[in-house]
């Protein structure tokens, strides 16, 4: 079973912007998160960096996985696409995704992906802006988008990334890909939609209490 730990991507998931996607807090929860970058150095080495957790922090998997790439862009697109394949073989296709990316093109371009797979024509909101040499990543990317319930993106600082250090110096944490692969479903249910009314707001259930009503405090 995977152990449970603080929800670091839904934080910063919710503390940063999703381009072109306003997220009002009801919307913004999501119930996988996955945090991906990918390195390029000027001899064509670098890395791919993946991490992906639920929304209550448990840790789904984590990649470092050194490559060969032709440049920065291809390095970050590729990392994205793996982290979503990688997600798709272990989540449900209705899941509701938060990606988070270091990268400001790639994050504008996801969330277009997304805004056009809910108008009537898949045209998005504004022309995606793909950089040469990445559409095979991109074209994979999509599909992916497609193919969950709800998925959008958010920039974050590369020096919050939790997959940057994973992607930068994959020599350092090979032993991350040895982990057992985990299927795991979102367990935490502490946040509910306004809409649900099985949990009064903390003033009906302290005028009920008061009240005098039977059977104790709200929470027993």
Do not use: K
């Not at 381009?19 to 670098?46: K, L, N, W």
């Not at 929304?55 to 790439?69: F, I, M, Q, Y």
């Amino acid at each position: 079973m995977a152990a449970h730990r603080r929800p670091v991507l839904r934080n910063l998931f919710d503390d940063s912007p999703t381009p072109h996607i306003a997220h009002p807090p009801r919307t913004h929860q999501r119930e996988f998160y996955v945090a991906t970058d990918g390195s390029y150095r000027s001899d064509g080495s670098g890395g791919l960096g993946v991490v992906i957790e639920t929304r209550g922090g448990e840790r789904v998997a984590r990649l470092s996985v050194p490559d060969t790439v032709p440049d920065n862009n291809v390095a970050e697109y590729r990392a994205l696409h793996l982290g979503l394949d990688v997600l798709a073989a272990r989540a449900p296709r209705t899941a509701t995704v938060g990606v988070l990316v270091d990268h400001d093109d790639l994050a504008e371009n996801v969330n277009r992906a997304a805004l056009a797979g809910r108008g009537p024509d898949s045209r998005p909101p504004h022309p995606f802006e793909v950089p040469g040499r990445t559409a095979h990543h991109w074209r994979g990317i999509r599909a992916r988008v497609a193919g969950f319930g709800e998925l959008r993106a958010a920039r974050i600082d590369s020096g919050e990334n939790p997959a940057h250090p994973l992607a930068n110096t994959p020599d350092q944490y090979a032993h991350v890909n040895r982990d057992v692969d985990r299927c795991v479903l979102p367990r935490d249910d502490r946040w509910q939609s306004p809409d649900d009314d099985r949990y009064p707001p903390p003033s009906r259930a302290d005028r009920e209490r008061t009240d005098g009503a039977a059977g104790g405090s709200a929470s027993d």
